[in-house]
């Protein structure tokens, strides 16, 4: 814990060879371990993707998860995480012109994990989003309260469970398309665009505090 809070994460564990939680700075969902998780199996086999995203009720997290140390026959992990928030949508709506909501999956259908349209609207989006056949990966237009938008759906970090929402009133993409006369390259250009700086943010703000964790840990067990 009192690691976490120098580092500014939003929670840290350890996970024994098993992926159960060994420590954890607070309980995630009712969950004890991570063993069926994709991204401690990779860790567990030396595979470099090891980023994943993971809903904890209605918080959606980044985390990571790394060996940490081995001794013998035992194998230790570390598992951090920071939130996929406010914040984080704002600094990807930065780079484009477009506004940017991160979707979650919930038993009760999508919800608006972080958004930068305004609060109404982004009710508004979760439902258009539930009742509209456009609702798969890929690029189509939606209504939002009456006004057509240009959406570009597709998996947070390659995670079907959230999902990264670009949007763009179709007479603004009208204008910029007319204007390039690029409308099908500019499309594919924003989500890889997105999609990259949101790569870089997460390895960025996750890894580097969890080696440095890692070393802190490594040092106090020798």
């Not at 976490?4 to 969950?31: F, K, M, Y």
């Not at 919800?111 to 609207?121: G, K, R």
């Amino acid at each position: 814990e009192e690691r976490r809070s120098q580092l500014g994460l939003a929670i840290a564990a350890v996970l024994d060879a098993d992926g159960r939680i060994v420590a954890i700075t607070e309980p995630l969902a009712g969950r004890d371990s991570f063993g069926d998780f994709a991204a401690f199996r990779a860790a567990r086999e030396g595979k470099p993707a090891r980023t994943a995203v993971f809903a904890d009720r209605t918080r959606l997290l980044g985390i990571a998860i790394q060996p940490l140390a081995v001794y013998g026959a035992s194998e230790v992990y570390l598992l951090v995480g920071m939130p996929i928030n406010q914040v984080f949508a704002e600094s990807i709506a930065g780079v484009g012109s477009a506004d940017v909501a991160v979707l979650m999956r919930t038993a009760d259908g999508p919800l608006i994990a972080a958004s930068t349209l305004p609060a109404t609207e982004s009710a508004r989006l979760a439902t258009a989003l539930q009742v509209d056949t456009g609702k798969r990966d890929g690029r189509f237009e939606i209504a939002i309260g009456g006004v057509p938008y240009r959406v570009s759906l597709a998996p947070l970090f390659g995670d079907t469970d959230a999902r990264l929402v670009a949007l763009m009133r179709s007479s603004d993409a009208s204008a910029v398309a007319t204007a390039s006369r690029l409308p099908l390259l500019i499309a594919i250009g924003m989500v890889l665009l997105l999609l990259s700086i949101g790569s870089a943010m997460l390895w960025r703000r996750i890894y580097a505090p969890a080696d440095a964790l890692e070393r802190v840990i490594d040092y106090c067990a020798d």
